[in-house]
Antibody, heavy 123, light 108 residues
């Protein structure tokens, strides 16, 4: 089964940009949809958006103005950037396979997840 | 914005049936997916497309959907089933994926 691993800084200063990378192994990013999901401490899950292997993206309207996702098929990686972060962006960030919004097959749901990475926004 | 509503907590004794509901206006036309999240771990898919169970998920987990409500049923709940459970679907306009607020299942 495909495995995912998040990497990036665990501490980001307010107003700066949060940058994370997800590395895929045991499979290829050269197909399917790849999502980022976050979970503030003690709270629920929030879908941030997806990047398709072609580079097409779709973002949660609530975060769209601050989010950028990209994919590098040669490195089997996809990435997330969130700019102008505040304390409200403190969360465990997960990468996952799936998240297609207009699909009615396995691309729609999240069947493989990374272990998650805690990102704290603090000066 | 679109919301999926779950009860904050459900409690059962071992061997009893646990039912966790998820309500949303778009559910009559959209699939519901369910995830189990144990403390400190990433979520795991337990039900997809309303009623289907991934390989490796025990048969005691089942799903159903009727109208604006989807239900995750754990028949004969075990202590190891204690976890948070989240439902997931999309809004009617396919603008974003949505998770329910989560239900904490206690089995004791």
């Amino acid at each position: 089964q495909v495995q995912l691993q998040e990497s990036g800084p665990g501490l980001v200063k307010p107003a700066e940009t949060l940058s994370l990378t997800c590395t895929v192994s045991g499979g290829s990013v050269n197909s399917d949809y790849w999502s980022w999901i976050r979970q503030p401490p003690g709270k629920g899950l929030e879908w941030i958006g997806y990047v398709y292997y072609s580079g097409n993206t779709k973002y949660n309207p609530s975060l769209k103005s601050r989010v950028t996702m990209s994919i590098d098929t040669s490195k089997e990686q996809f990435s997330l950037k969130v700019n102008s972060v505040t304390a409200a962006d403190t969360a465990v960030y997960y990468c996952a396979r799936g998240g297609c919004l207009r699909c009615y097959d396995s691309s729609a749901y999240f069947d493989s997840w990374g272990q998650g990475i805690l990102v704290t926004v603090s000066s | 914005s679109y919301e999926l509503t779950q009860p904050p907590s459900v409690s059962v004794s071992p061997g009893q049936t646990a039912r966790i509901t998820c309500s949303g206006d778009a559910l009559p036309k959209k699939y519901t997916y369910w995830y189990q999240q144990k403390s400190g771990q990433a979520p795991v898919l337990v039900i997809y497309e309303d009623t289907k169970r991934p390989s490796g998920i025990p048969e005691r987990f089942s799903g159903s959907s009727s109208g604006t409500m989807a239900t995750l049923t754990i028949s004969g709940a075990q202590v190891e089933d204690e976890a948070d459970y989240f439902c997931h679907s999309t809004d009617s306009s396919d603008t974003h994926a949505v998770f329910g607020g989560g239900t904490q299942l206690t089995v004791l």
